[in-house]
């Protein structure tokens, strides 16, 4: 959770707060194993088991766990994935890629857990960790998965001072810094013509002085792209 944090340029939110928040649960569950009259409302095995393979017996707080768990990884992948393709195009194979690795360690897991047919006695979380684990090394020498351009794009865009905006065929406006918001105010608002700023289509004439000023001093670079 906080390398996706970091990764998509909300490094701010990961404060002390945050990692004990998120170290509570394991440190519970930790503890709850660790001691072994405890160690049954997490899981355990029937005394009473024949055959080769041990019945593992799932506890009360073995659910809370699971759900703690899933949702923490299903977010922290969503988010990466959501990340990557509202910056480029270019990363939907990272995306594609990252999101089979989520949907497959999940899904064993899942199955596992709710003993879905043979699952019930064999678990499939270690086999599908270590094939999402290859995966994710395919992916790292063939897409450059952990490239960090997807950080240094979203930086530099919000950061710069010249005021950008992005419009698409349509010239509709797709996204603006915050520099052109400053110099442009509401006008300058995702989804709204570009024909609205006044540096595109308001003649000068019509201007009053203030506002040629302004206008002529604010440099705006528009970015067009395509459909």
Request: charged content about 15%.
């Amino acid at each position: 959770m906080v390398f996706v944090l970091e990764y998509t340029g909300h490094g701010r939110k990961v404060t002390r707060r945050l990692l004990g928040l998120l170290a509570v649960e394991p440190l519970v569950v930790l503890g709850l194993l660790a001691c072994p009259a405890t160690r049954a409302l997490v899981r355990s095995y029937a005394s009473d088991a024949v055959g080769p393979v041990p019945v593992v017996r799932l506890g009360p707080a073995y659910w809370p766990h699971f759900v703690y768990t899933t949702g923490l990884v299903a977010f922290a992948g969503g988010l990466l994935v959501i990340t990557l393709m509202r910056i480029s195009p270019m990363y939907r194979c990272q995306s594609g890629l990252l999101l089979a690795v989520v949907t497959l360690t999940l899904t064993g897991n899942a199955l596992a857990s709710f003993g879905v047919g043979w699952f019930g006695w064999l678990d499939p979380t270690p086999v599908a960790g270590s094939l999402a684990g290859w995966v994710l090394v395919w992916g790292v020498f063939r897409f450059r998965l952990l490239d960090l351009l997807p950080v240094a794009r979203t930086k530099v865009f919000e950061r710069i001072t010249d005021g950008v905006l992005v419009v698409d065929a349509y010239r509709r406006i797709v996204d603006v810094n915050p520099a052109a918001r400053r110099m442009l105010g509401p006008a300058a608002a995702v989804g709204h013509p570009a024909w609205r700023t006044c540096w595109v289509t308001r003649p000068r004439s019509s201007m009053r002085k203030r506002e040629r000023r302004s206008c002529a001093s604010a440099p705006i670079r528009s970015l067009a792209t395509s459909k």
